[in-house]
């Protein structure tokens, strides 16, 4: 006799055929928590604002996953509507985040999003998805629910949820801090802004039965705010994503980035590691291509765009499905990964970190030598970091790796299977028995 399956609601605001990292997570376990006893549900919305489609993510859903999609009102469409009416580009929501210069568009919509809209633009969707999911919890005699942010407005969900029903049980997911984030720096915050981050933040951690986050800098920053036991589960890899790449000898020394590139997260120390190393070298100069494949800001195209030699190397190219960059990684030689240069950049851990691993290629980091992402580095041998402010170092390292590739060198096998989607799963599978008891 087949056991019954335990039932599992999950509410996440980024679910295909929405692409890019953030869906990623919470797809891959929903793929395998039925392996592990569960049957998720899972409730998103049913007209969200996201800026990467990929349908190759819908194969990934089992078929036995009931998918609630849930109506939703954001402002986004308003920023971009009066950006047209008084003259300026579309906006795109990675523009939005801006460090440095703003134009005064920037100015006063980055205020209004940051002072308005607490904790995010999606919290006009807080109260009617709670009077919704009452009556489907219990008319589906569901008990435990996991809420994972960002969008940090989900956790309100299972707060109000769970101030109803104390009786049930509530996981928290952060993949991104909250009243700590670096991006909130970048919407002017009142400062009674942000005591109400503050305020709900501290309130989502005090009422879960159980914290999760994605990498140890982050369990620790959350347990100083909450004085609890908050438990790790980093993202990872599928590895039946990986089982039919094929490593091709490329012809171009070719160094790709894959995923959004905001001010927070500025490539130009690599580039202008990679341009001294051109205007010194022709060799490198006529050898080498960069990739940059995803949402990119204005700001750094522009960067590129205004330097012959950058541009010359450099290529943009739209983001793409999930299935075509597992492709690419069979033809890449060296994945490069930049950190957002704040202070919470020795947490940074983001889900494409994991593919890199996974496809082999040689990871080269610009970020905190402490951090997370180069711990894994070293244990896993499978890339360097280095500080965004050690240029030296940058260009020695870079050319040692197109010296490399001209030997053809190959990068040696390294044991990454502890970052399984599956084997993840069922880490998290044990925290939710935990939780139920």
């Not at 030689?333 to 082999?360: C, M, R, W």
């Not at 990454?416 to 028995?433: G, M, N, P």
Request: net charge positive; proline share 6%; charged share 25%.
């Amino acid at each position: 006799m087949i056991p019954q399956l335990k039932k599992l609601l999950i509410i996440t605001y980024y679910w295909p055929p929405s692409g890019g990292s953030g869906v990623q997570r919470w797809l891959k376990f929903v793929k395998y928590l039925p392996l592990f006893g569960w049957q998720p549900h899972v409730f998103t919305p049913e007209n969200p604002s996201f800026e990467i489609r990929d349908d190759t993510l819908l194969k990934d859903i089992p078929p036995q996953v009931e998918v609630i999609r849930f109506p939703i009102w954001e402002p986004y469409t308003i920023f971009s509507t009066v950006s047209k009416l008084v003259g300026k580009k579309p906006v795109s929501q990675i523009d939005l985040v801006a460090a440095g210069r703003k134009s005064l568009f920037q100015h006063i919509t980055s205020w209004i999003r940051g002072n308005f809209f607490i904790p995010d633009a999606r919290v006009m969707w807080v109260k009617p998805s709670v009077k919704f999911l009452e009556n489907f919890l219990i008319s589906n005699e569901i008990t435990t629910i996991i809420t994972t942010g960002p969008p940090h407005s989900l956790h309100l969900i299972g707060l109000k949820l769970k101030k109803k029903n104390p009786s049930l049980k509530w996981i928290a997911d952060f993949r991104d801090p909250w009243s700590e984030w670096d991006l909130l720096d970048t919407f002017s915050l009142t400062d009674w802004a942000r005591k109400k981050h503050q305020n709900l933040e501290g309130e989502v951690l005090k009422r879960a039965d159980r914290v999760i986050t994605i990498a140890p800098f982050h369990v620790r920053r959350l347990e100083v705010l909450s004085g609890r036991k908050v438990d790790l589960i980093t993202n990872g890899f599928d590895e039946d994503d990986f089982t039919g790449i094929q490593k091709i000898k490329t012809k171009k020394f070719t160094i790709r980035h894959i995923g959004m590139v905001d001010e927070l997260r500025d490539p130009k120390p690599f580039m202008l590691a990679a341009k001294t190393l051109a205007v010194a070298s022709p060799d490198f100069s006529d050898n080498v291509v960069i990739e940059f494949i995803g949402s990119v800001n204005g700001a750094f195209r522009e960067f590129v765009a205004q330097d012959k030699i950058l541009s010359a190397m450099t290529v943009f190219s739209r983001p793409m499905s999930h299935a075509d960059l597992l492709k690419l990684y069979g033809e890449t030689d060296i994945q490069l990964l930049v950190l957002a240069h704040t202070t919470l950049a020795a947490g940074n851990l983001p889900g494409k970190f994991f593919e890199y691993l996974a496809s082999g290629n040689f990871i080269f980091g610009v970020g905190p030598e402490n951090g997370d992402a180069a711990e894994i580095l070293r244990q896993t041998k499978g890339g360097i970091m280095i500080e965004c402010d050690n240029a030296e170092k940058i260009k020695n390292s870079l050319q040692i790796k197109f010296e490399e590739w001209r030997r053809g060198s190959v990068e040696a096998m390294r044991d990454v299977s502890a970052f399984s989607r599956k084997e993840l799963t069922r880490k998290l599978s044990d925290l939710i028995v935990q939780g139920l008891r």
